[in-house]
């Protein structure tokens, strides 16, 4: 078993990561700018520590859980010449797939080994243990990552190369992203046309129009009771973090020349939307398409 874990990036979602690999065993040295953070990775049983790249010197697997690419760079710069050669590099966040490359090329210059793993599963998943990992990178180092991947979730995918993890994570939450509003325009279209949310969705939860976010995420209160919708739209999935993955994918589309236009429709629209909704959950943009619909038609 790899015994030595430095872990940088210890919020929403790091903090819960970080915690669990030490209740299963693992010598985790941890560190973050933010003093609750720490006092919380303390509490939980890691040692942490002051320096970034202190988190990184003599440990066999460094993981990082932060906010975007730009950051991750940055701290690499550190970690990197800290760490013994080969170690295991993995990258948790969520960031451009340009970034996660470039992340990767630097550590395997720098004699390392690296894997992007984003996670889907949100807080929830990060405390309980069963985050889906999407992971990118060479099939040796994916295997010498996997033990310590399965403790943090219930899910873990080899994708491919560098960077397919981070395309992988994007490409869903794109699709997840578009669905979401076409799934609230048919809603609203039906509120206009006299079709209940009820008798929506029997009938398309089992027809051609269904999808996951009907069946599991039903954007109106009612149908799912477990939906973020039945409690005032209470996260849930943030719309600030849908806005940035769709951010993401855009770039991606662009970047890859992709004809992409409800994807890159998606990011605008949630773009809009995020500026006074940021902490609700995404799927409240149904309460957008509803308010910025006029009450009557075309004459
Ligand atoms: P967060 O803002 O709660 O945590 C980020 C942490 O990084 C903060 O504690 C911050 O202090 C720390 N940090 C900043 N600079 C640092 C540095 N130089 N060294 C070490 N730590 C540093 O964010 P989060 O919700 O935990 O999300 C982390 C990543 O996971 C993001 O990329 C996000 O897109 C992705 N993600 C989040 C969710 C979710 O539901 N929150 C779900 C899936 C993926």
Same mark, same amino acid.
């Given at each position: 078993?790899?015994? @030595?874990?430095?872990?940088?990036?210890?919020?929403?979602?790091?903090?819960?990561?970080?915690?669990?690999?030490?209740? *299963?065993?693992?010598?985790?040295?941890?560190?973050?700018?933010?003093?609750?953070?720490?006092?919380?990775?303390?509490?939980?049983?890691?040692?942490?520590?002051?320096?970034?790249?202190?988190?990184?010197?003599?440990?066999?697997?460094?993981?990082?859980?932060?906010?975007?690419?730009?950051?991750?760079?940055?701290?690499?710069?550190?970690?990197?010449?800290?760490?013994?050669?080969?170690?295991?590099?993995?990258?948790? &966040?969520?960031?451009?797939?340009?970034?996660? @490359? *470039?992340?990767?090329?630097?550590?395997?210059?720098?004699?390392?080994?690296?894997?992007?793993?984003?996670?889907?599963?949100?807080?929830?998943?990060?405390?309980?243990?069963?985050?889906?990992?999407?992971?990118?990178?060479?099939?040796?180092?994916?295997?010498?990552?996997?033990?310590?991947?399965?403790?943090?979730?219930?899910?873990?995918?080899?994708?491919?190369?560098?960077?397919?993890?981070?395309?992988? @994570?994007?490409?869903n939450?794109m699709l997840l992203?578009v669905s979401?509003?076409?799934?609230?325009?048919?809603?609203?279209?039906?509120? @206009?046309?006299?079709? &209940?949310?009820?008798?929506?969705?029997?009938?398309? &939860?089992?027809?051609?129009?269904?999808?996951?976010?009907?069946?599991?995420?039903?954007?109106?209160?009612?149908?799912?009771?477990?939906?973020?919708?039945?409690?005032?739209?209470?996260?849930?999935?943030?719309?600030?973090?849908?806005?940035?993955?769709?951010?993401?994918?855009?770039?991606?589309?662009?970047?890859?020349?992709?004809?992409?236009?409800?994807?890159?429709?998606?990011?605008?629209?949630?773009?809009?939307?995020?500026?006074?909704? *940021?902490?609700?959950?995404?799927?409240?943009?149904?309460?957008?398409?509803?308010?910025? &619909?006029?009450?009557?038609?075309?004459?």
């Amino acid at each position: 078993m790899t015994e @030595k874990i430095g872990f940088l990036g210890l919020g929403h979602m790091g903090g819960p990561m970080a915690a669990n690999l030490v209740k *299963a065993g693992y010598d985790v040295a941890a560190f973050d700018p933010a003093p609750a953070a720490r006092d919380k990775a303390r509490e939980d049983g890691a040692t942490v520590v002051d320096t970034a790249a202190a988190a990184a010197t003599g440990r066999d697997v460094v993981i990082t859980m932060l906010p975007n690419g730009k950051l991750v760079l940055d701290v690499y710069a550190d970690l990197l010449p800290a760490a013994n050669p080969g170690t295991l590099f993995i990258d948790c &966040s969520t960031i451009d797939v340009a970034d996660a @490359k *470039a992340a990767a090329d630097l550590a395997t210059a720098a004699g390392h080994r690296a894997l992007d793993a984003p996670v889907s599963g949100g807080v929830a998943g990060a405390a309980a243990g069963t985050l889906t990992f999407m992971v990118g990178g060479e099939a040796a180092d994916f295997a010498a990552g996997l033990a310590v991947l399965e403790v943090m979730g219930g899910k873990v995918v080899h994708c491919g190369g560098a960077g397919v993890g981070q395309a992988a @994570k994007i490409c869903n939450n794109m699709l997840l992203g578009v669905s979401m509003v076409a799934l609230s325009e048919a809603l609203v279209l039906g509120e @206009k046309l006299g079709l &209940s949310h009820q008798s929506f969705f029997d009938v398309v &939860s089992t027809a051609s129009g269904q999808s996951w976010a009907l069946t599991s995420y039903c954007p109106v209160p009612g149908p799912v009771p477990t939906s973020p919708a039945n409690n005032d739209y209470q996260p849930g999935f943030a719309t600030a973090l849908m806005t940035k993955d769709l951010g993401l994918a855009a770039n991606a589309l662009r970047d890859n020349g992709v004809d992409g236009a409800l994807g890159a429709l998606a990011a605008e629209i949630y773009t809009r939307f995020n500026q006074d909704n *940021a902490g609700r959950d995404f799927s409240a943009i149904v309460t957008d398409v509803r308010n910025r &619909s006029t009450r009557e038609g075309a004459q």
